[in-house]
């Protein structure tokens, strides 16, 4: 039996055999399909030829041929040839020829190459086929990319040197998709994909697109002390919504330029104002009313409709102000910070604390000034002194103090849920008092 190298990862021989009946013969050989039927398609044909004792050849013939998938993963089949005269035959050898296992084109694997500064930019999708038959010699690619920012126009080559070719003006939630086609040799197994890897261009999109027509007003757009620490604005506009100048909006863009980390909510209060600053149109509300989970760096869109009244495309100003603002982290990025009396310095120690805050999902606001929030926070310390006895006091639940006394090595609980869990150092804790250090005396 000779299978030919490439053919050993994909068949099997579990059988072959000889038979005589003393005027004709006939072989046979069982052969299992061993690799995936979904990943190869697999063809093959046979041939036999009988040789004599001494290696003359007394016949040959051609066996049975094996066409695309006709042979399942696992499956196994017995393939005949009859010779009519096979006197003198008393050796064999059976070929499995022009064998041929082509990659499915679903089993390509890809090799993505997208330029760092477009990885969280743009979303990309890609699919191998083959134009025509698996093998054809030719196959075609197709890539498809998503723009998921709210803030950039992104351009970028697309498996070429240039840049026209690729993804052009790509705005905010657009999708494009290119398609290539080209010559693939039958043994290809990977593709490539290759995104603004020889140039790129973004730049900042604008509030206002072709679809909504700018109404010409002054705007200005008002901040908090304590938003300007997280968020700065991008851009604004006054503008019709529809082409048919039904509906009217104010758009901000806001940047986070504060850590991950913070959680932010806000709203904003609009008016819009005619020549003699009279309010035309009432109050219109924008923002994020929850707490929103925005990346640093990251822009986003926010809007409002305004009351459409006579006159609205001769306003002379809008103003949009923040009414509230709420920034949180999450307990697991605040610090513990224990307040120690002095006397205790470098004889009692905090080994193990913790705070919580279910009913907010474990969030901490960041300002007081915005109302009280209850938080569980506790501690446990540790008399860590070879002689002295320390008697220390600290909060023993919502109103309660406890006195405890430690010996060295030992140590206590305490825990505290009173009060505001607002932390603008990003820290908690509570006090722990000194009610006596005594040193203890071993004679």
Known sequence: MALPEEAEAHLDVLSHDLDSDGSGCEFYAELERISSDDEYHVSFDTEVTLYSDDGETIAEKSGPSVSRDDLGEGKSRVY????????????????VVNFSAIRSADAMEADVDIHSELEEKLEIDHEFSWVGEPGSGQCRLTIGATNVTDEYVISATVNSDYLERGLTNLGPGESDEKEIEGSCTEDVESYLVQIGTEDYEFEEAEVVNDHNEEIDAEGEVILSEEAEEHLEVRDHAFVWRDEDRT?????????????????????????????????????????????????????????TGVDLVEGIEDAAEYTVEMARFHASVHVDDLE?????????????EVTDSSISAEESGDYIPLYNRYGRQSCSRSATVENITEDYRLTVRGPDGERHNKTIELDPGETADFWFSRGSCASDDLTYGFNIHSEGVEEIDDS
């Not at 096979?86 to 070929?95: I, L, P, R, S």
């Not at 901000?252 to 104002?273: G, N, W």
């Not at 307040?339 to 310095?345: G, H, Y």
């Open 80 to 95: 005949t040839v009859s010779f009519d005269d096979c006197e003198g035959a008393d050796q064999y050898t059976f070929e």
């Open 247 to 303: 509906e009217v909006e104010v758009r901000v863009e806001l940047e986070k330029t504060s850590a991950d980390k913070y959680q932010l909510s806000f709203r904003f209060d609009t008016h819009v104002d005619d020549d003699d600053g009279e309010n035309i149109t009432g109050s219109g509300r924008l923002g994020a009313s929850e707490r929103e989970q925005l990346d640093e760096g990251e822009s986003r869109v926010y809007s």
């Open 336 to 348: 513990p910070d224990f307040d120690l009396d002095s006397e205790l310095d470098e004889k009692l």
